[in-house]
C-alpha cells in the first residue's frame, strides 16, 4: 500500500473512531445521568460488573422523557431504549452532516442543521433542554443565527456558560485539525454561535475540540512523538504571540479556564498514568469545580462548561492508554454522565481508532436512521475534509 493510501486509511480511522466513540459513550451514559459516584457504584456492583464500572448498555429512561432517568419502572419496560445515543451525538452529527455536505462552515448553515434534526420525525426523539428547543424554534422561524444564543432571545445575562457547545463540537476537531490556531478557534465559535456565546462556553468547546485534533494528529502520524497528555494542556494554555495581552494568542481565554487546565496539568505531572483512578481522583475533581461555583452546576452535575471540560481533560489525560476504560471512568464519576462519556469517547476514538471498541458495545448501538453505519458513512467523508477557516464569521 502507497504511502498516501496508509495515510488515508489513518485519516478514516480516526474520524471514524471519533465519532462511533462519541456516540458510544453517549448511548452507556444516559442511564446514569444525575446518579452520583456511589450510586452508580451500587447499580454496578448489584449486576455483578467486576471494578464497579459500566460494562455495557442497559435498558434505560432517558432524561426528559418520562421524568427519571434510570432503568424502567415495570410500566415504562416497552418504552426503555437499549443503545440509543441522546441529543449529545444528535447535535455533534448535525454538524458533521453540516460540514460534509458544505465542504466547510457556514453558521447560518449549522444553525439550521442542528434545528433540523431536533425536528425530523423520522428519526427517535432526542430530548432536549428547554432552551435548546427555543433556540430550534427560533432558528426554524427565521430568527438570525447571530442573536439567537444571547439576550433577549437566550433568557441569561452573556447567554449560556454551560456545556451544550463543547458536547457536539468534536467533528469539528477532525475537520479542521489542522487549521492555524486563531482560525480553529474562529470556526469553534462560529460552530456554536446559535447557542452559545458566553467566552466559558466557547473556551470549552475550544478545548474539546482541540484535544480531537490533537488525538487525531497523532493517531495519522501527523504530530510528532507519542500523544502526551501534557503537551496537549501546555498548548491549551500557551500563547502563539509575545503578547500576553493578545487574547486571540491563546486556545482558551477565560481565566477559570486557565486556572483549572493548570491544575490538570500540574496533578496530571505528579499522577502515574493508567494508575488505578481512587477516591483521591474524585476528591480532587470536587475541590476544582467547587472553587469557583457557577449557578446550577458543580461536580454531582456538570452542566457548566467550565465544570465539565476538566473532567472530560482528566479522564481522557489520565487513561489515554486504555480507551475502553477511560469511557467506563468517565461514567463512574457521575452527573453529566452522558455527555462526559461523549466526549472522552470522542477523543479517545480520535487517537485510537475503532480497533478498542468492544464487540458488545459496537453492536448494541443503535442502528436505524442515522444509526451507526450511517454515522460510518459520514465519518468516512469528514475524515476527507482538511479545512482551514470558517466559510462565515457572525462576529464583530
Request: proline share 6%; charged share 20%; aromatic share 8%.
Amino acid at each position: 500500500m502507497a504511502a498516501s493510501e496508509v495515510k488515508a486509511c489513518l485519516k478514516v480511522e480516526a474520524a471514524t473512531g471519533c465519532v462511533l466513540g462519541g456516540m458510544i459513550g453517549d448511548a452507556l451514559g444516559t442511564c446514569f445521568e444525575g446518579m452520583s459516584w456511589t450510586e452508580i457504584q451500587s447499580f454496578c456492583n448489584s449486576k455483578g460488573w467486576d471494578g464497579d464500572l459500566v460494562r455495557d448498555y442497559v435498558p434505560c429512561i432517558h432524561m426528559g422523557q418520562l421524568g427519571y432517568v434510570g432503568p424502567p419502572k415495570p410500566e415504562h419496560h416497552e418504552q426503555a431504549r437499549f443503545g440509543m445515543y441522546s441529543d449529545d451525538s444528535d447535535t455533534a452529527l448535525a454538524l458533521a452532516v453540516s460540514l460534509v455536505g458544505n465542504k466547510g462552515l457556514d453558521g447560518p448553515l449549522v444553525a439550521r442543521q442542528y434545528a433540523a434534526f431536533f425536528h425530523d420525525d423520522t428519526c427517535p426523539r432526542r430530548f432536549r433542554p428547554g432552551t435548546a428547543m427555543a433556540v430550534c424554534k427560533d432558528i426554524g422561524d427565521g430568527v438570525d443565527y447571530r442573536v439567537t444564543g444571547g439576550p433577549p432571545n437566550f433568557p441569561f445575562p452573556g447567554g449560556s456558560f454551560a456545556n451544550g457547545g463543547a458536547m457536539r463540537i468534536w467533528p469539528l476537531g477532525i475537520a479542521f485539525k489542522s487549521a492555524p490556531q486563531r482560525d480553529f478557534c474562529r470556526a469553534v465559535e462560529e460552530a456554536i454561535r446559535s447557542s452559545h456565546v458566553h467566552p466559558e462556553a466557547i473556551d470549552g468547546a475550544v478545548a474539546v475540540a482541540y484535544a480531537v485534533a490533537f488525538a487525531a494528529k497523532h493517531h495519522t502520524g501527523e504530530a510528532a512523538g507519542s500523544f502526551d497528555p501534557l503537551v496537549l494542556l501546555d498548548e491549551m494554555l500557551h500563547s502563539s504571540s509575545d503578547d500576553e495581552n493578545d487574547l486571540n494568542a491563546y486556545l482558551v481565554k477565560t481565566p477559570i479556564f486557565k486556572l483549572r487546565i493548570r491544575a490538570l496539568r500540574d496533578e496530571l505531572a505528579r499522577v502515574a498514568a493508567d494508575s488505578p483512578c481512587t477516591e483521591e481522583d474524585v476528591k480532587f475533581l470536587r475541590r476544582l469545580l467547587e472553587s469557583d461555583p457557577r449557578p446550577g452546576s458543580s461536580f454531582e452535575f456538570q452542566i457548566a462548561s467550565c465544570d465539565m471540560i476538566p473532567c472530560v481533560l482528566w479522564i481522557a489525560c489520565r487513561y489515554q492508554n486504555n480507551p475502553e476504560h477511560a469511557v467506563m471512568r468517565a461514567i463512574a464519576i457521575g452527573g453529566d454522565t452522558d455527555t462526559t462519556a461523549c466526549m472522552v469517547g470522542a477523543i479517545m476514538g480520535a487517537l485510537h481508532g475503532v480497533s478498542w471498541i468492544p464487540k458488545q458495545w459496537f453492536d448494541g448501538l443503535e442502528n436505524g436512521t442515522r444509526g451507526r453505519d450511517w454515522a460510518v458513512g459520514i465519518a468516512e467523508q469528514l475524515s476527507k475534509l482538511e479545512l482551514t477557516e470558517p466559510m462565515t464569521w457572525g462576529g464583530e
